[in-house]
Nanobody, 125 residues
Framework: QVQLVESGGGSVQAGGSLRLSCVASGSTFTRHCMGWFRQAPGKEREWVAIIYTGGGSTYYADSVKGRFTISQDNAKNTVYLQMNSLKPEDTAMYYC??????????????????WGQGTQVTVSS
């Protein structure tokens, strides 16, 4: 079993920044891709950013491209999401997820095998 624990959420004003962290622990396996997703009230969970842990390739949803940066520290089993220029529409619960599939990074919620409990991000105008 793999556990993912997110931290770093909070409340900020529009234009501010936050950095989310996701620490993985438990059974070791090759986590080919790690991702950040978010879910706002009344909306479906959507992908935000994905990183290929083997080579560091990154992928971003259009809504966050240029503002968010996903990165990893393999020695610490940690994935980060640096969020800059935050907007009220970024308000959501943010989740970390891990995908074991080795065929390339995917972006759909159903593709990911493990999920954290989430950390709340609230951006006020």
């Amino acid at each position: 079993q793999v556990q993912l624990v997110e931290s770093g959420g909070g409340s900020v004003q529009a234009g501010g920044s936050l950095r989310l962290s996701c620490v993985a622990s438990g059974s070791t396996f090759t986590r080919h891709c790690m991702g950040w997703f978010r879910q706002a009230p009344g909306k479906e969970r959507e992908w935000v950013a994905i990183i290929y842990t083997g080579g560091g390739s990154t992928y971003y949803a259009d809504s966050v491209k240029g503002r968010f940066t996903i990165s990893q520290d393999n020695a610490k089993n940690t994935v980060y999401l640096q969020m800059n220029s935050l907007k009220p529409e970024d308000t959501a619960m943010y989740y970390c997820a891990a995908d074991r599939w080795s065929g390339g990074c995917r972006i759909f919620v159903t593709d990911f095998d493990y999920w954290g409990q989430g950390t709340q991000v609230t951006v006020s105008s």
